[in-house]
């Protein structure tokens, strides 16, 4: 199964990245790994920290804390960072999705939900990070002030605003797979029409019931046929 990809950028350094990254590794239901982009200005590295070698109080030391499965810190310059960052999605092992934290790598693959961080000065933003927000699917604040946008910003000050935070995040990675799903099972239907056997294999594959399946290919008009164990 394609793994979820959340990316979680920021208006400037110390905005408050990893602290919505570890709320997201605490709360999903799920495993999670975690990616770490540092950028440098000549050498290139990919690791992954060790109990015994990393610093309490780093940022991939946090994340491990908050429950990351993996976490991997990719050290790169920001126009030599594709490769290394395909490393790094090798790595996380069999995990349900990765939180990669940087501004850098959305620049190089689709994310299924960006998330941008104001600090608590929203006028304080990079020039380089003011291009992403065309990009952004969730606007976090720290502080006070007012950011226009399709949807409200959330301001992360409450344990009630952090669920709100989960919550929008969840909503957003269903829509992503339902879109996914649509998109699946009508270029392996044909004529409108899918055996059984392929439906189940489908919802297996995707980690949802018959029933689900059911109800996105009854909405797509496509009819199940051969079905002999009257799954749906």
């Known amino acids: 199964m394609k793994k979820k990809i959340i990316a979680v950028c920021g208006a400037h350094s110390g905005c408050g990245k990893t602290y919505i990254a ?3 590794l605490r709360n999903l239901q799920g495993r999670w790994a975690a990616i770490k982009y540092t950028r440098t200005a000549f050498y290139t590295t990919v690791s992954e920290p060790t109990a015994s070698g990393d610093i309490e109080g780093k940022d991939t030391w946090r994340m ?13 310059p920001q126009d030599q960072l594709k490769e290394p ?3 790094a999605l090798s790595m996380v092992g069999d995990v349900q999705g990765v939180i990669i934290e940087g501004n850098s790598p959305i620049e ?8 941008f ?17 065309s990009r952004v699917d969730i606007v976090v604040t720290r502080g006070g002030g007012d950011f226009s946008g399709e949807s409200p910003a959330i301001e992360i000050t409450t344990p009630e605003a952090e669920t709100e935070l989960i919550r929008r995040v969840e909503v957003a990675l269903m829509k992503d797979k339902k879109d996914r799903l649509v998109e699946r099972v009508r270029s392996l239907s044909k004529d409108g029409r899918m055996p059984c056997p392929l439906a189940r294999r489908i919802a297996e594959e995707e ?13 797509q008009g496509i009819k199940i046929t051969s079905c002999e164990l009257g799954c749906f």
Do not use: C, H, M
């Open 22 to 24: 570890e709320l997201l």
């Open 64 to 76: 491990k804390q908050a429950g990351a499965e993996k976490v991997i810190w990719v050290q790169s």
């Open 85 to 87: 960052l395909e490393i």
């Open 108 to 115: 190089f693959f689709s994310p299924d939900v960006v998330i």
């Open 117 to 133: 961080v104001f600090g608590e000065d929203q006028s304080r933003i990079k020039e380089s990070a003011q291009g992403l927000l």
């Open 207 to 219: 980690g949802i019931t018959y029933r689900e399946i059911g109800e996105i290919l009854n909405e």
